[in-house]
């Protein structure tokens, strides 16, 4: 539905895009993740038709976003990093004049629709100025979705929400998404675990990782960490046990109360081999528990490489 292909974007001497490529199918939940700085705003604007890109296309339904901005800007719901709020009206009025702007005809029965679905309800008649950032959010969106569009665009909808107002702004999403393909940024992982089927990690301009998060929880860079508890070993005596394999580096040895903690990473799963290993001795394994790697260390992972 939407093919972003060699997607390039120079500010002067700044590269801020250098050769984006992603494909996002109809229906599909995307998060867009990187560190500040990365280009996912870029992206999104050159996507909603705000800039244009220096070199490269991003198509909606086969339409070059460059060549037919109109009908494209048709498709796409946007609500950017600092919702555009008119300040002094209500609530109610505002979406009447989104309404407006957008042609819809059933403007009463529309304004409902959208109060429900983003819980603005109980606010429409006070003036958006006295809102919190939250439910500015939330009308955010509701102006965003006003014409129904098939595309649904965020730049960090939850920025500076606090954590209750995350839940709830991230839920929203959720059930826009069952309907629509919903694109949006954030520099929180949690978030994009949370709500996306899909997370694409830009990072410098180019994309770093594209998969699901379960995906990309499995990938080899982040490899993974296993934690054991062993009775009977001294510290010098696990790390000479844990020296003898390869590809396994200690994380964290410490004795607990009930024996010998330890934290290592292996790039492939050693669990039988370390079994095998304690068996020829004469400690007790209590625990071994396998962790796949967390998001934020891929991530941290994938954004450092490089540097
Ligand atoms: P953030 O999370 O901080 O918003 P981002 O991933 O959205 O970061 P962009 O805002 O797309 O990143 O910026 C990408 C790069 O382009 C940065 O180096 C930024 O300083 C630069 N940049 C963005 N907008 C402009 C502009 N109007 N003029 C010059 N440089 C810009």
């Given at each position: 539905?939407?093919?972003?292909?060699?997607?390039?974007?120079?500010?002067?001497?700044t590269?801020a895009?250098?050769g984006i490529?992603?494909?996002?199918?109809?229906?599909?939940?995307?998060?867009?993740?990187?560190?500040?700085?990365?280009?996912?705003?870029?992206?999104?604007?050159?996507?909603?038709?705000?800039?244009p890109?220096?070199?490269?296309?991003?198509?909606?339904?086969?339409?070059d976003?460059?060549?037919?901005?109109?009908?494209?800007k048709?498709?796409?719901?946007?609500?950017?990093?600092?919702?555009?709020?008119?300040?002094?009206?209500?609530?109610?009025?505002?979406?009447?004049?989104?309404?407006?702007i957008?042609?819809?005809?059933?403007k009463?029965?529309?304004?409902?629709?959208?109060?429900?679905?983003?819980?603005?309800?109980?606010?429409?008649?006070?003036?958006?100025?006295n809102?919190?950032?939250?439910?500015?959010?939330?009308v955010?969106?509701?102006?965003?979705?006003?014409?129904?569009?098939e595309?649904?665009?965020?730049?960090?909808?939850?920025?500076?929400?606090?954590?209750n107002?995350?839940?709830?702004i991230?839920?929203i999403?959720?059930?826009?998404?069952?309907?629509?393909?919903?694109?949006?940024?954030?520099?929180?992982?949690?978030?994009?675990?949370?709500?996306?089927?899909?997370?694409?990690?830009?990072?410098?301009?180019?994309?770093?990782?594209?998969?699901?998060?379960?995906?990309?929880?499995?990938a080899?860079?982040?490899?993974?960490?296993?934690?054991?508890?062993?009775?009977?070993?001294?510290?010098?005596?696990?790390?000479?046990?844990?020296?003898?394999?390869?590809?396994?580096?200690?994380?964290?040895?410490f004795?607990?109360?009930?024996?010998?903690?330890?934290?290592i990473?292996?790039?492939n799963?050693?669990?039988?081999?370390?079994?095998?290993?304690?068996?020829?001795?004469?400690?007790?394994?209590?625990?071994?528990?396998q962790?796949?790697?967390?998001?934020e260390n891929?991530?941290?992972v994938?954004?450092?490489?490089?540097?």
């Amino acid at each position: 539905m939407i093919s972003i292909e060699n997607l390039v974007k120079d500010y002067g001497d700044t590269r801020a895009l250098d050769g984006i490529n992603v494909e996002i199918p109809r229906g599909q939940v995307i998060g867009l993740l990187g560190p500040n700085g990365a280009g996912k705003s870029t992206t999104l604007r050159i996507l909603t038709g705000f800039i244009p890109p220096s070199s490269g296309s991003i198509r909606v339904k086969g339409l070059d976003v460059t060549e037919h901005p109109t009908e494209v800007k048709k498709m796409i719901g946007y609500l950017p990093e600092s919702a555009p709020l008119y300040s002094e009206m209500l609530v109610y009025d505002y979406l009447n004049y989104i309404a407006d702007i957008r042609g819809i005809r059933q403007k009463a029965d529309r304004i409902i629709e959208l109060s429900e679905l983003c819980g603005i309800t109980n606010v429409m008649h006070r003036p958006v100025r006295n809102l919190s950032k939250g439910y500015k959010q939330r009308v955010g969106l509701a102006q965003a979705l006003m014409a129904d569009p098939e595309i649904l665009v965020l730049d960090e909808p939850t920025s500076g929400l606090d954590p209750n107002q995350i839940v709830e702004i991230r839920s929203i999403i959720r059930e826009i998404g069952k309907e629509k393909t919903v694109i949006f940024s954030t520099h929180i992982l949690s978030e994009a675990e949370a709500a996306c089927s899909r997370v694409v990690i830009i990072n410098k301009g180019s994309v770093a990782a594209d998969g699901s998060t379960e995906m990309l929880k499995n990938a080899e860079e982040g490899g993974r960490s296993l934690e054991l508890l062993i009775e009977g070993p001294s510290e010098k005596d696990a790390e000479s046990f844990f020296g003898a394999f390869d590809d396994v580096s200690l994380d964290d040895i410490f004795q607990n109360g009930d024996g010998l903690k330890a934290v290592i990473n292996c790039k492939n799963d050693i669990r039988k081999e370390i079994y095998l290993k304690l068996k020829d001795t004469d400690w007790i394994l209590l625990e071994m528990v396998q962790k796949k790697q967390s998001l934020e260390n891929i991530f941290r992972v994938i954004t450092r490489e490089g540097e």
